[in-house]
Nanobody, 120 residues
């Protein structure tokens, strides 16, 4: 069974940087899309950045020019490089991966979430 493990959250001052990692592991599988979502208490989970296997990327307007999503296909790992962080970037960041297993079972998985706190 495929599962996701996230790392890299923490506390940083405004203007600082953090890099989140999300590693997918399990029996043979293929990833169609991976992305990062953010959730703050009382709000819905919202898209931060995502990419698909065709190479297309999508970013929330609020992070364009500051965040970069990338992937290491050999390691089945996606990264979110966050620069010039702002207090409003604070939240729990969740990794999402969509794909299918070797038996062609479709999956849509979430990581456990990692807290990012940006102090002013």
């Amino acid at each position: 069974q495929v599962h996701l493990v996230e790392s890299g959250g923490g506390l940083v001052q405004a203007g600082g940087s953090l890099r989140l990692s999300c590693e997918a592991s399990g029996p043979r599988f293929s990833i169609n899309a991976m992305g990062w979502y953010r959730q703050v208490p009382g709000n819905e989970r919202e898209l931060v950045a995502r990419f698909n296997s065709g190479g297309a990327t999508q970013y929330a307007d609020s992070v364009k020019g500051r965040f970069t999503i990338s992937t290491d296909y050999a390691k089945n790992t996606a990264y979110l490089e966050m620069n010039n962080l702002k207090p409003e970037d604070t939240g729990v960041y969740y990794c999402n991966a969509m794909g299918y297993s070797i038996s062609y079972e479709v999956f849509d998985l979430w990581g456990q979430g990692t807290q990012v706190t940006v102090s002013s």
